[in-house]
């Protein structure tokens, strides 16, 4: 059974909440640059962000920099840290207390990401059927695979141009833009 993501107001983690993150996302050890001060901090700070619907720029300051959680967000999305987020998410049985609490905020957080993530990110999120995390309704994000139906048949169609009904290449037209998707319809909600 799946498990099922409730929407609520933002709360911070709890100490299990955060072990249970810590060991999905990459360690700061080894990595360039200054390591990051307050790990639960920042995730406190995208998920603050995540559960409204504001700018960075209205985040607390009991969170620290925007710009810093945000920052630290776009990396993880990068890595694909927030794609096994998201997976674990879509897998957890409802029995799973904590991946049930954190459910909502990993989901929205990974919709922040959305816009900044490749297209085939976003299909894995639509193919994992995480409904929070997802831009737009799913049937205004592009499908592959109706994509992947239509192709044979256009392909056996033009080689018969003259055989085929009027209004063929229009139905077809038609289904490549569905097949593509419609971005004017993405939002953040």
């Known amino acids: ?6 929407p609520h107001p933002f709360r911070p983690l709890t100490d ?5 993150l810590a060991r999905y996302l990459p360690s700061p050890e080894g990595r360039p640059g200054r390591p990051p001060q307050d790990r639960r901090r920042t995730l406190n700070a995208i ?3 995540a559960c409204s619907t504001g700018p960075w720029k209205d985040l607390p300051e009991a969170y620290g920099r925007a710009d810093t959680a945000s920052r630290a967000l776009r990396r993880w999305a990068k ?4 794609n096994l987020l998201l997976h674990q998410v ?8 904590v991946w049930r609490n954190l459910a909502w905020r990993i ?5 922040r990401i959305s816009r900044v993530v490749p297209l085939s990110m976003l299909m894995l999120a639509k193919r994992l059927d995480v409904q ?6 799913p049937r205004w994000l592009p499908d592959p695979d109706l994509s992947k139906t239509v192709q044979p ?3 056996a169609a033009l080689e018969r141009v003259h055989e085929q009904a009027v209004g063929v290449f229009a139905a077809f037209a038609k289904l490549i833009g569905q097949a593509g998707g419609n971005r004017r319809h993405w939002r953040l909600r």
Do not use: K, N, S
């Open 153 to 155: 048949r256009i392909i």
């Open 47 to 49: 998920f603050w962000i």
């Open 16 to 20: 299990a909440e955060f072990a249970l």
């Open 107 to 111: 989901a929205r957080a990974w919709r």
């Open 79 to 82: 890595t694909g840290h927030m």
């Open 90 to 97: 879509a897998t957890a049985t409802g029995r799973d207390r």
């Open 1 to 6: 059974m799946p498990l099922p993501i409730t």
């Open 132 to 137: 929070p995390a997802l831009p737009a309704d």
